[in-house]
């Protein structure tokens, strides 16, 4: 091969060098993950023309089907968040606050190695009203020691951890491994001294200009949904299969999930909305057909998610969170409960209605097998049994209560039931308000009002 000419290797191929060993271009990844110096702004700069003006842009072509789906849901999420009517639209209120702002006790620690000290709680130390149903339904022996987390550190220890790190510093097991994998393309953000720096002056110099002064939406109701808008489809950033299946499996307090959930892009959100999208019950579309038959517990108010259909975690505080966390400015809709073979079932995607066609004066079943009037606000899975011949026979011979009432049969005209179009709309609000816990939690950790928990199975390091 000439000196100045390209090498041929055995194939007839060019190699990438050239004859005089000397490469004529660097091939290098950038690693630095370091923050840009200078002021903090967000990765879109044009997020208030999304979010404020509405301005989406012309509609891609019908052939872009990619293209054209990013930009619906671009759409939907910004008119959710901000409506462009002008209503309240996604605020970080009075109901979300004290939510996210309690912790909960979602699992055990994990003892083997490094065993509790007095200051962890023990199960026999909870209160009834602390005690969630995962206790309830599985005996735990009473000096077992309660794992107590804040919402939002839930959320962001099943997803967000991978990559934006236990300190929120963009310091993630995964965040050299994107990097590398997309040359440089993608770089985690850090949220650190980001979005929540300098005791919220960036959110205040940022997102400022934009609050209302007349109770409106604030500078962090807009750095909120900022951030949920990024996780919903906002982000322009690619990352790499192999980072996101390790996003799908990420075990919660040491248990994998029955079936691991399927976020195939950048927006982290799309986990949630998979988790409220299986408290309906919807089963995922990779399900056998009968995965969609799931027997109902009328005493005790709560399908039987045994299936491998489902993402949720029955052994500890998982599928419990998301039914709370979904429903937060979000009514849950009415099952109608179709009895076949005996047995209380949902069939299909067909029989959920919108509360708001239930009167208020019919009987209806709620999350803890009790029957009332109406849909209360706190029912997060109402019920009933389908007006049917086989329905109402059954709920005259299944009795509940004390004294014991026949189930509640719904209405013979509810209207129509929720296409499945509306049932996705609720699973992607009920995935928003996983963002808002996160971003309240880490407002307060920032901030230092919260100190995040040790992992589940070090607890030695409790205060």
């Not at 005690?131 to 987390?149: F, N, Q, S």
């Not at 906002?234 to 029955?258: C, D, E, F, S, W």
């Not at 971003?439 to 409790?462: E, M, N, S, V």
């Amino acid at each position: 091969t000439p000196a100045d000419g390209p090498m041929i290797d055995e194939k007839g191929e060019i190699l990438i060098q050239r004859g005089d060993g000397v490469p004529d271009h660097a091939h290098w990844v950038v690693t630095d993950i370091s923050e840009v110096p200078g002021p903090w702004n967000p990765r879109r700069p044009d997020w208030n023309t999304i979010l404020v003006n509405h301005d989406f842009g012309k509609r891609p072509p019908a052939s872009r089907t990619d293209l054209v789906s990013q930009w619906e849901l671009t759409r939907k999420v910004a008119s959710v968040l901000s409506p462009p009517d002008g209503s309240a639209g996604v605020v970080l209120d009075d109901v979300i606050e004290p939510f996210a702002t309690k912790e909960l006790a979602l699992g055990l620690w994990e003892e083997s190695s490094h065993p509790c000290g007095a200051s962890a709680p023990t199960v026999a130390s909870l209160s009834e009203s602390e005690r969630p149903r995962w206790l309830k339904d599985t005996p735990v022996p009473g000096d077992r020691h309660v794992y107590k987390e804040l919402p939002g550190a839930a959320v962001f220890g099943m997803i967000c951890i991978n990559c934006h790190g236990p300190n929120f510093d963009s310091r993630g097991r995964q965040a050299d491994q994107l990097m590398m994998m997309t040359g440089g393309l993608a770089r985690v953000a850090n949220f650190r001294d980001g979005l929540f720096g300098e005791g919220g002056q960036n959110r205040e110099r940022v997102f400022g200009p934009y609050a209302s002064p007349a109770g409106g939406p604030s500078a962090n109701d807009w750095a909120a949904r900022y951030m949920v808008w990024m996780a919903l489809g906002g982000t322009n950033a690619g990352i790499p299969k192999p980072i996101l299946n390790v996003v799908n499996q990420t075990r919660v307090l040491g248990i994998a999930r029955p079936r691991p959930i399927y976020v195939g892009s950048a927006n982290m959100l799309d986990g949630p909305r998979q988790f409220c999208a299986a408290t309906l019950p919807r089963i995922g579309q990779d399900a056998q057909a009968t995965a969609t038959e799931l027997r109902f517990d009328v005493r005790r108010g709560g399908f039987e998610l045994t299936e491998k259909g489902t993402p949720l975690i029955m052994a500890n505080g998982d599928a419990e969170l998301w039914l709370r966390l979904c429903s937060i400015h979000n009514p849950p809709p009415v099952r109608a409960l179709v009895v076949l073979t005996g047995e209380v079932v949902r069939t299909s995607t067909r029989q959920f209605y919108p509360q708001s066609s239930y009167p208020s004066t019919e009987r209806v079943g709620d999350h803890n097998g009790s029957v009332r009037r109406g849909v209360q606000p706190d029912n997060l899975l109402p019920w009933c049994i389908a007006n049917t011949p086989a329905g109402i026979a059954y709920a005259q011979n299944h009795p509940i209560g004390d004294p014991p009432e026949p189930l509640p049969v719904c209405p013979a005209d509810l209207g129509a039931p929720l296409t499945e179009e509306d049932q996705e709309n609720w699973a992607t609000r009920g995935a928003m308000n996983a963002g808002l816990s996160v971003f309240i939690y880490l407002d307060r950790a920032t901030r230092g009002i919260t100190t995040p928990p040790p992992p589940y199975d070090r607890c030695d390091l409790l205060p």
